[in-house]
């Protein structure tokens, strides 16, 4: 009896993913949903394909349509950038440009939302009004054929370091913090984990192709502190392996982690990584393994601004000769990736600002020349794509984004 009972059932579901299958697509614009008084969110779209595997596979369609682009080229947004007057200019550069994608904080440096979900979300504590109107923001960017890309800052965390002390690192009983002020949480506790992915699910939702995430490690400095620091390492306790590798193995299975949990969502994952990263067979304090994380990703973004290279490659201002240090860098990440069985696309960010902190005399001019100089080094080495950054999203005017076309 009870065979035929599950034989039954069995069958009821097999009939119903066929339904499911042959269901006609709902339009997202006829099916929206609010999620606060102020706030249009559109609809989930539920599709089932390959019925045979795994009975179905869901995968989830925002209602928004972006294509991508033939090359991504795109420019940083903060969410107060995404949510003000800022906007629309932005818009504009990108619109009178080669430029084809924005990069939007969507949980910032500080850990916090940069806009507000429903009420009942477990996230609206820790949410913040900067873009008020999220839909408009998708809206516009799908109006303009602008690639939508989220930025989600993971381990540095000041927000959810003070609400949760035990999931951060503790320093006499206190929350640590590094000489910037800036609190983390602890890569070995999957709670953490779990939690950004969920934020990732959320961008996602909003219409967001590409989750970017960034501070993916431990603060910089770590191998001088972890040894007395007061944290969990959770799983990894028990490994054995010293500190260095410990570290790598956790930033990298959350890496792998959240590509897997967002894979049936259609998105890209792709993470920032530091430039010397590619450098060392792994950094020794915030755990970052150039080749590990690339397998895992589906691009990789390594930050190679010039002002943040000690004499490198022979160059002993690297600040100073943008494209030296870009060609130098790109043939070394071109010789690293090219040893992986699958390789990600390569997406760098680059220097579009100055940096002050380096100089006693006049600071050293970044504008179209430098910028275009960085572009020009990529493309000869075969990297078509790359991300402009600027803290305060004010971008040089009259730059060739495509130096070689």
Known sequence: MLGHQRKGWLLLVIVLLSLLVNQPSIKAEENKQYVSSDHVIRATQIKVIEPIRLLARFTYDSGYHFDYPDAVRGLYVTGHSAGGARFETLLNLVNTTELNAMVIDIKDDYGNLTFRPDEDSPFYDISKPYISDPVQMMDALEEHGIYPIARIVVFKDSVLAEKRPDLSFLENGKVWVNNRGEAFVNPYEKEVWEYNVEIAKKAIELGFQDIQFDYVRYPEGFERMDETLEYSQGDYADIEMDGVKKRVEAVTDFVAYAREELNQYGVDVSV???????????????????????????????????????????????????????????????????????????????????????????????????????????????IDEFLLWNAGNVYTEGVDYTPLD
């Not at 010397?276 to 397998?295: D, H």
């Not at 160059?315 to 040893?339: C, F």
Request: proline share 9%.
């Open 272 to 382: 920032d990584i530091f430039g010397y990263a590619v450098t060392v067979e792994e950094t020794p304090g915030i755990g970052q393994n150039f080749s590990r994380i690339s397998e895992n990703v589906d691009v990789i973004s390594s930050m190679i601004y010039p002002s943040h290279w000690t004499p490198h490659f022979g160059i002993d201002y690297p600040d100073q000769e943008p494209y030296a240090l870009v060609d130098a860098y790109s043939k070394l990440e071109n010789e690293v990736l090219g040893a992986l069985a699958e390789p990600p696309i390569s997406r760098p960010w680059i220097q579009d600002f100055e940096a002050p902190w380096l100089y006693s005399g006049p600071t050293f001019s970044y504008g179209v020349a430098e910028v275009e100089a960085q572009i020009r080094a990529l493309n000869e080495n075969g």
